[in-house]
């Protein structure tokens, strides 16, 4: 049976064992939580109610008492090790890393409980990564998790990087159509690059879906512009140099799909559709603002 948590359970669920590891078992107190999550103790005992109802957590009576994380909550929250095959985006300095995927995140254990560390291992090359670069890992699969933090160490053997913890935020259970953009701004597959180039000047926008009659044919970017001035490209038609693939999804799947969707397909901008009709569109950059608006420099 799936558990469905609200959105202050999840968060203290993964504080609890944040912190359980990092104290090397033990039991953990509601005040301890709170702080990491910046919340009142008072709700977050109000909430262990229900999650020790749920078998997620069990209490530890005594002095030196307070709460531990049952086996059900790791599972629930699986966050011990990824499914390998999913991609798990990091974001350097607000910058999407595309070539980059987190593949676990591990909590050590420390000694001082006011700490907050995590390590994480990264699929790619971690040199780009330096100390004190921001960070942000996620979602992860499953419960759709981002984990901010600064970099203070790199272990290249292990490919590796270690961070200070800032903050853990579950991700908000929005769909796509409660934040995407419409109407939906195109341009014509046979218009000439420089008009196309000007028009997302003019908007403030980096991409923009191509149509050809009522069909999406493609996307194309800033990046196809900076190409084109490269190549001398400037007056041929937007077709020659947009990339001709365009993912769409249906405006009810949540934020945290989205992003997935865009990293398996490795694509930045979605088409949203309504029962097959497209309404409007969804960029990552979007989805990212409305998650981490102080993390992520908007493209201008």
Partial sequence: MELELTQIQKDILYALITIYKNKGGGSVKGEEIAELINRNPGT???QMQALRSLGLVEGVPGPKGGYRPTSKAYELLAITKYDEAVKVPVIV?????EDLSAEEIVFPTLSHPKVCQARIRILGNIKKISPNDRIIVGPTPVNELLVYGKVVGRDDTDNMVVIDIEKIVALPKDKVGEHMSSPIIT?????????????LA???IYCMPVV????????????HVA????????KAKVSDVMRPKIVSVEKD???GEALRIMNDEDVRILVVKDSGKPVGVITDQKILKLLAPEHIKMEH
């Fill in 212 to 223: 050809k009659g009522d069909e999406f044919v493609g996307i194309f970017t800033l990046d």
């Fill in 187 to 199: 341009v014509d597959a046979d218009e000439v690059v420089e008009n196309a180039a000007k028009e």
């Fill in 93 to 97: 300095n607000g910058e999407i890393q």
């Fill in 253 to 255: 799947i949540s934020l």
């Fill in 202 to 204: 003019k908007r403030g």
């Fill in 44 to 46: 977050v005992r109000n």
């Fill in 227 to 234: 190409k084109a001035v490269e190549e001398g490209k400037l």
